[in-house]
């Protein structure tokens, strides 16, 4: 609409004018060249983390049955955290475990928004996952759970699935991959930068090509083992202070290239 026709306008014509730009993969790095017009030397890519708390958690027997309790789980499920806007590709994830026939467990506040303007189109795969989902006992739509409990229902999961049509980051999957579980997702954006090979790949596209990605992985305990010990390795390359310090960088650079006003 205008509102976001004239929003952007002022992004652009800030973002021409500044020494340096920070931006989380080299997908948005391209984006921001096509779509801005920036000079590719202005953008710095530096790559985010997972918060130090998403890990594998040994010996949790007592604790994961806690959980499961809490949330009434079934012993084994499909994990989505995350969004609902049109990137996320819900609907083809959820008409794929309900091929498949197996539970999936959502998370995210926006799946349970009250508050929600279902009228805007940008809102528009949400009504679409509220029909999908109502009366099917398969999904368990837990909306926001405290980040102790999302570190347990990673380690828990037999697969993260996340087929998204576009990702500029993709955090939930390092998230995942930090704790170890197993990641069934798609090559669209930057998720290759993020996950490398330490995943199942599926076309997001392809409803088929979901179902039969996260067939392979939920129903093969070998794989699931190779791709968490893959995703785990993956996972430690990303880490806050290699963020802080890359960012601290890009500063000095600015502070370097600046003239001081007289």
Same mark, same amino acid.
Request: aromatic share 10%; charged share 25%; net charge positive.
């Given at each position: 609409?205008?509102?976001?026709? $004239? +929003? &952007?306008?002022?992004?652009?014509?800030?973002?021409?004018?500044?020494?340096?730009?920070?931006?989380?993969?080299?997908?948005?790095?391209?984006?921001?060249?096509?779509?801005?017009?920036?000079?590719?030397? +202005? !953008?710095?890519?530096?790559?985010?983390?997972?918060?130090?708390?998403?890990?594998?958690?040994?010996?949790?027997?007592?604790?994961?049955?806690?959980?499961?309790?809490?949330?009434?789980?079934? #012993?084994?499920?499909?994990?989505? /955290?995350?969004? @609902?806007? &049109?990137?996320?590709?819900?609907?083809?994830?959820?008409?794929? %475990?309900?091929?498949?026939?197996?539970? $999936?467990?959502?998370?995210? +506040?926006?799946?349970?928004?009250?508050?929600?303007? $279902?009228?805007?189109? &940008?809102?528009?795969?949400? %009504?679409?996952?509220?029909?999908?989902?109502?009366? #099917?006992?398969?999904?368990?739509?837990?909306?926001?759970?405290?980040?102790? #409990?999302?570190?347990?229902?990673?380690?828990?999961?037999? @697969?993260?699935?996340?087929?998204?049509?576009?990702?500029?980051?993709?955090?939930?999957?390092?998230?995942?991959?930090?704790?170890?579980?197993? /990641?069934?997702?798609?090559?669209?954006?930057?998720?290759?930068?993020?996950?490398?090979?330490?995943?199942?790949?599926?076309?997001?596209?392809?409803?088929?090509? !979901? =179902?039969?990605? !996260?067939?392979?992985?939920?129903?093969?305990?070998?794989?699931? +083992?190779?791709?968490?010990?893959?995703?785990?390795?993956?996972?430690?390359?990303?880490?806050?202070?290699?963020?802080?310090?890359?960012? !601290?960088?890009?500063?000095?650079?600015?502070?370097?290239? =600046?003239?001081?006003?007289?």
């Amino acid at each position: 609409g205008l509102k976001g026709f $004239l +929003k &952007w306008q002022i992004q652009e014509f800030t973002l021409n004018r500044v020494n340096a730009i920070i931006t989380d993969s080299l997908s948005s790095k391209k984006d921001i060249v096509k779509y801005a017009g920036i000079e590719d030397t +202005k !953008i710095n890519v530096i790559y985010l983390a997972a918060g130090e708390e998403f890990q594998r958690i040994h010996n949790s027997e007592f604790i994961i049955q806690n959980l499961r309790r809490k949330y009434n789980l079934p #012993d084994k499920f499909v994990l989505y /955290v995350g969004d @609902v806007t &049109w990137n996320k590709n819900l609907p083809r994830l959820i008409a794929a %475990v309900q091929k498949i026939d197996i539970p $999936l467990v959502l998370v995210g +506040k926006a799946l349970v928004d009250a508050n929600a303007d $279902l009228n805007n189109s &940008w809102n528009k795969d949400l %009504v679409n996952v509220r029909k999908m989902i109502d009366g #099917d006992k398969r999904i368990i739509l837990l909306g926001f759970v405290p980040t102790k #409990d999302l570190v347990l229902l990673y380690n828990m999961a037999a @697969v993260f699935a996340m087929p998204s049509i576009y990702e500029g980051f993709g955090l939930p999957i390092l998230e995942a991959m930090s704790c170890g579980c197993p /990641v069934v997702t798609s090559r669209q954006g930057s998720i290759p930068e993020i996950a490398g090979e330490a995943c199942r790949y599926v076309d997001a596209y392809n409803t088929e090509s !979901i =179902v039969l990605g !996260i067939s392979e992985v939920f129903n093969n305990q070998n794989l699931q +083992k190779e791709f968490s010990e893959k995703a785990i390795r993956q996972s430690r390359k990303f880490t806050w202070s290699k963020t802080a310090k890359e960012t !601290i960088q890009v500063y000095k650079n600015v502070g370097l290239a =600046v003239k001081p006003r007289e």
